[in-house]
């Protein structure tokens, strides 16, 4: 099956993107004459098509750093940076965001051509634009509405709290009427899907901030696949495509946003990719239904009561949380600690749990013995009584879904059907059903 796009775009006409490559000229961003931007023969509106074979390693474009667009770039950098203090945030995006509001609206901005790309930035179309009733009636039990629900509401706060005091104390460079809520929520949204953000050195410690996000022209115009054949290279004085692979004359070039289950693809990036395409696609249990199905279980009162003593304890151990998940993978557990961990504390009888609780170190012996390589595999090896715990919490996930499994499986196999539903009804589609068969796998491998 054909890869589906990464997302949809409105159509901005060639003149955009003649003037956009005009730009790529000036500022220096080279692209091989091996490959070309097209919107023909890509799966989704523009994207990168190899004009003739090319092997592995070859270099399609090169951007400089004063071609990329970020808090440190923008015309505005310097009031950003005397100002950093007062714009920190849980995101960390809203230096870049203000950048954006300013470069997308000013008429001089260098950036003008690469706006001109995403006129008024309707195009797009991640779930945080859909309606509540389409969100709830497609998405119920994926995750994206949850994840959507703390999007909109830190977006209204980061707004109000954050960059409207900013704009006000900024006339001259911003009206409210103008950098209003809406275009900062749609402006989240392109970030969401477009930006990048360079990794760390390797040597950099694990408590070390992430680099903040940046907008790099002409990477953000490939689509995504798992299996994609070109990656992003980054040095001190530019940032490279290059593939990793082959690829074919008339091939198109696709990046990857990472090994991003579908419904992080669709929250994020408002696309999934088609079942079974994802190799990288997990299905989530949240930790808390592992703690319901442990108490469902529980006959009698002394027993419920070991089950809540036996999760303080994990909560303890920072092994899961209320807002935690177990993810689940294809072949492997990839929460495999955790899981691994849960099962074996409320697994436990009253006198195994007093014995654990004694035992001094037991965080650090769980931690160095209480965790294999956890490949799905392995699971018809638990003990009954964990199997039984996964059967329950899986068989809780399966029923928060509002769909019916084996009518999604219908519409799947006939094209004709399919093809009546809308982009939105079609990503929610691949999304349920990947996680349901995800599910059904494990309860399969725990009933055995």
């Not at 006409?13 to 080279?30: H, I, K, M, Q, S």
């Not at 310097?78 to 950048?99: A, F, N, R, T």
């Not at 977006?155 to 104390?169: C, G, N, R």
């Amino acid at each position: 099956m054909a890869s589906s796009a990464k997302r949809v775009r409105r159509e901005s006409g060639t003149g955009a993107l003649a003037a956009f490559l005009e730009w790529c000229d000036r500022v220096g961003l080279v692209l091989s004459p091996k490959v070309y931007v097209s919107r023909e023969g890509t799966v989704a509106d523009y994207g990168l098509v190899a004009r003739e074979d090319l092997p592995a390693g070859e270099v399609l474009f090169t951007v400089p750093r004063a071609a990329l667009l970020s808090q440190h770039t923008s015309s505005l950098s310097s009031v950003l940076e005397k100002e950093q203090d007062s714009l920190k945030s849980q995101s960390g995006w809203v230096p870049l965001l203000i950048s954006l509001l300013h470069e997308s609206t000013v008429n001089n901005s260098h950036w003008g051509a690469y706006f001109s790309l995403w006129p008024d930035f309707s195009g797009l179309d991640h779930p945080m634009f859909w309606s509540m009733e389409e969100r709830r009636r497609l998405l119920q039990g994926t995750g994206v509405l949850e994840a959507v629900d703390k999007d909109l509401a830190n977006i209204q706060m980061e707004y109000s709290s954050i960059i409207l005091p900013f704009l006000k104390a900024h006339p001259d460079l911003f009206n409210p009427k103008v950098h209003t809520l809406e275009l900062y929520k749609k402006l989240v949204a392109f970030v969401m899907a477009y930006s990048f953000q360079e990794p760390l050195e390797e040597d950099v410690e694990d408590e070390e901030e992430p680099n903040p996000p940046m907008m790099v022209p002409m990477a953000d115009l490939l689509n995504h696949v798992a299996n994609h054949n070109a990656n992003l290279e980054y040095s001190p004085e530019c940032l490279k495509m290059v593939s990793i692979q082959p690829i074919r004359k008339g091939q198109e070039v696709f990046n990857t946003y990472g090994q991003m289950a579908s419904w992080q693809l669709l929250h994020m990036y408002g696309f999934a990719e088609p079942y079974p395409g994802n190799r990288d696609d997990a299905a989530d249990i949240q930790m808390l239904t592992l703690c319901k199905a442990a108490l469902k279980a529980a006959k009698t009162d002394a027993e419920q009561q070991l089950v809540l003593e036996q999760w303080d304890l994990l909560c303890q151990m920072e092994m899961v949380g209320e807002e935690g998940a177990f993810v689940i993978g294809w072949e492997k557990v990839l929460t495999e600690e955790e899981l691994f961990t849960a099962l074996k504390v409320l697994g436990m009888s009253a006198e195994e749990f007093k014995e654990f609780k004694e035992q001094e170190g037991w965080a650090s012996e769980m931690g160095e013995n209480g965790n294999p390589d956890l490949t799905l595999s392995l699971i018809p090896t638990f003990k009954a009584s964990w199997k039984k715990l996964l059967f329950d919490a899986t068989l809780l996930t399966l029923e928060a879904y509002s769909s019916d499994l084996k009518a999604e499986e219908e519409v799947l196999s006939d094209q004709q059907a399919f093809s009546k539903l809308s982009r939105r009804e079609q990503f929610a589609l691949h999304v349920r059903y990947g996680q349901k068969k995800i599910l059904q796998q494990l309860q399969e491998l725990v009933s055995s």
